[in-house]
């Protein structure tokens, strides 16, 4: 467990298991979301976990992480929400588990008319019902694998052009890409949201800055390196 910056915590696995990827917290005033699970859960990341004000809600953002989900759920006395389009993944089922039918799932509402502070987008392409988390008053975006950060996203802050930070994959480890209107869709879920930065599924893969341009920017790029130059992805303004 390693605080990269305040309000984040990426938990992970040493050495790693599978193919290494974390869990996000976000610890804010009103409790904590848990984004993502890992496989492996001990006594020693329960209570680190408590310590910090323990769990409120968990959001998987794609079968591949439904594995352990409802141990943790059943260790910090919450609830984890699946998308109901990836239901037919579930391996594992329980009372903790719920299924969210809508494209936007606010959490840690008051009960007020105000606009939750922290919402999943389901926005499709890796899985029907593949999600990213957004939190407004951090202005960062959890993307999971659903948006890939890529190398040239993390290290070159001041990028030549035709040079991505995001790539928007069916299959990441067998390198088969999306078609191009699914990269549309993709960003067209998350276009009206405001994020500065954005967090994948590996630690260091995190983009610092601009983020929300740099992700249609990257879609316009990979879109017109299929051969859609004409595509309606390039009229999208960010």
Known sequence: MDKNHSGLISIYTVPKVGIGQRAIL???????????CITYIDDETIERIKDLG???????????????????????GCKVYLSKEDEEWIMRRGPEQVLWTDQRLGLLSDGSNKPSDIVAIKTGGHFPGSSVLWWGSAKKLLV???IMVVP?????????????????????????????????NIWKAVKDFEFDDAHGAFVGQDTRGDSRKRVLDSAKLIV???????HAIHAEQA
């Open 144 to 146: 999971a694998d659903t």
């Open 152 to 184: 040239s996203g993390v290290y070159h802050a001041d990028r030549l052009p035709g040079t991505a930070s995001f790539s928007f994959m069916w299959s990441y480890p067998n390198f088969i890409p999306l078609p191009p209107d699914e990269v549309h």
């Open 54 to 76: 323990g769990i409120r809600a968990i959001v998987i953002s794609h079968p591949h992480y439904f594995s352990t989900c409802i141990h943790w759920a059943q260790a910090f």
């Open 26 to 36: 976000c610890c804010t005033p009103q409790g904590n979301i848990l984004w993502d």
């Open 224 to 230: 017109k390196s299929m051969g859609y130059a004409d």
